[in-house]
């Protein structure tokens, strides 16, 4: 979640700054012999990028144009700088949805065409990511979030209530990255509490929040008594150590991602994933676009279509979850029972917040969740700073 919470104020950076561009100068769509360039930025992992890239030469050669794929490891300050220059790319594949709020709000997103994708065909959370206003501006790719791990050899089922996991937990212990908003936003959205009103088709209402309600009130003393009052783990716990905690099963509970699976399965834990017991999370999509600045948006659509119905290949070299639900009832996913676990939870999450003023809540949600967890401030005033912080970083946006 840290590297999250970097990219977002990344970006935010280069809407302030107007710096030189960092090595990621690509050459614009041009007209060539063979027809048009269409160049590529993907923010995956190298590997992914290999397999993406192989996928869009298939593109290629079956239209007769030429595809430039590149792995761009700078901020996003680059994109923004040279999105009205030559040096922009025509596509981005694999951005995670938090992010495209700041691209909307420069007009640097294209409108999905009618036609590129079927929506009904995706899962609608994934779709709701990429929505503003009702419209489609960017294509899901895959889906992620986070779910319970449970120790097999401490825990013979899995809990199905928040008391059910208390109650477990203070038999077999239990940890997770606690002051970080990420996670522990789950506890305050299961009793009402919410970042930005939904108001239905992609709207989300920025001067609405729900972060100092009653029910994230409620969230966050849950998250105050596990440390306060259960002990189940230290106010200054850090990611990092809860997962070793779990991975050496010094405990029975963790809450992790897919991104935990290698590390546990390769350390020999004997584990199983299940649903979050009766909480949203949040769902990370990974999603494309087109530059609204690209000269060959006709031929930069048509090939993430194809790169859609052909991106099996780079969701397995990543280990990533698909969101077309054609793809999730294939039997190497539905017949996983770590991947269905993943899979349940996304069906009851919510989309992380696309709007730009989601870079707003990252900071002001870890100070007073630190202050919360250390027991300096009660968990009303703790839903009130948030909830006045967050709204005067909002303001100073405008």
Same mark, same amino acid.
């Given at each position: ?20 561009? $960092? ?27 290999? %397999? ?6 298939? @593109? ?5 144009? /030429? ?26 594949? $694999? ?34 990511? *990429? ?50 908003? =990420? ?35 409620? *969230? ?31 405990? *029975?509970? =963790?809450?992790?991602?897919? @991104? ?7 350390? *020999? ?18 999603? %494309? ?8 948006? /006709? ?59 989601? %870079?707003?809540? @990252? ?36």
């Amino acid at each position: 979640m840290n590297k999250k919470v970097k990219v977002i104020c990344s970006v935010l950076t280069a809407l302030l700054l107007a710096t030189a561009l $960092g090595g990621c100068g690509s050459s614009t769509s041009s007209t060539t012999k063979t027809g048009k360039t269409i160049v590529v930025w993907s923010h995956l992992l190298q590997p992914e990028v290999d %397999s993406l890239n192989k996928v869009a030469q298939q @593109w290629a050669k079956k239209t007769g144009n /030429t595809v430039k794929v590149q792995l761009d490891n700078s901020s996003f300050q680059a994109y923004l700088q040279a999105a009205n220059s030559s040096k922009a790319p025509d596509i981005m594949y $694999g951005i995670a949805d938090d992010n495209l709020g700041t691209f909307q709000k420069a007009n640097l997103l294209d409108e999905v065409p009618s036609g590129v994708i079927d929506k009904s065909k995706y899962v609608d959370t994934a779709i709701k990511a *990429g929505s503003f206003g009702g419209k489609m501006y960017a294509v899901p790719m895959s889906i992620e979030t986070y779910a319970l791990f449970y120790n097999t050899d401490k825990v013979t089922t899995a809990p199905t209530t928040v008391d059910d996991l208390i109650a477990q937990a203070q038999k077999v212990g239990f940890q997770y990255d606690i002051n970080n908003f =990420y996670y522990s936003y789950a506890f305050m959205a299961a009793n009402g509490g919410y970042v930005f009103k939904d108001k239905g088709k992609g709207n989300l209402d920025a001067s609405n929040l729900g972060l100092g309600n009653a029910g994230s009130i409620k *969230g966050l003393q849950t998250i105050q008594d596990f440390v306060t009052k259960y002990k189940f783990m230290t106010a200054d716990i850090a990611g990092d150590k809860a997962s070793s905690a779990f991975k050496d099963g010094k405990i *029975g509970f =963790y809450i992790g991602g897919p @991104w935990d699976v290698a590390g546990f399965t390769k350390a *020999g834990t004997k584990f199983a994933v299940a649903p979050l017991p009766g909480m949203p999370s949040f769902v990370g999509v990974q999603t %494309s676009f087109v530059n609204a600045k690209s000269k060959s948006k /006709t031929e930069a659509w048509d090939l993430i279509k194809y790169l859609q119905e052909n991106n099996s290949p780079v969701l397995k070299t990543g280990n990533r979850v698909p969101a077309l639900n054609s793809e999730l009832a294939k039997p190497e996913y539905k017949d996983n029972k770590i991947t269905s676990a993943f899979i349940a939870q996304v069906k009851n999450g919510q989309p992380m917040p696309n709007i730009a003023e989601t %870079s707003t809540i @990252w900071n002001p949600a870890k100070n007073n969740l630190t202050l919360l967890t250390a027991g300096k401030l009660t968990p009303e005033a703790a839903a009130k700073a948030l909830n006045d912080q967050v709204l005067q970083g909002i303001a100073t946006q405008k």
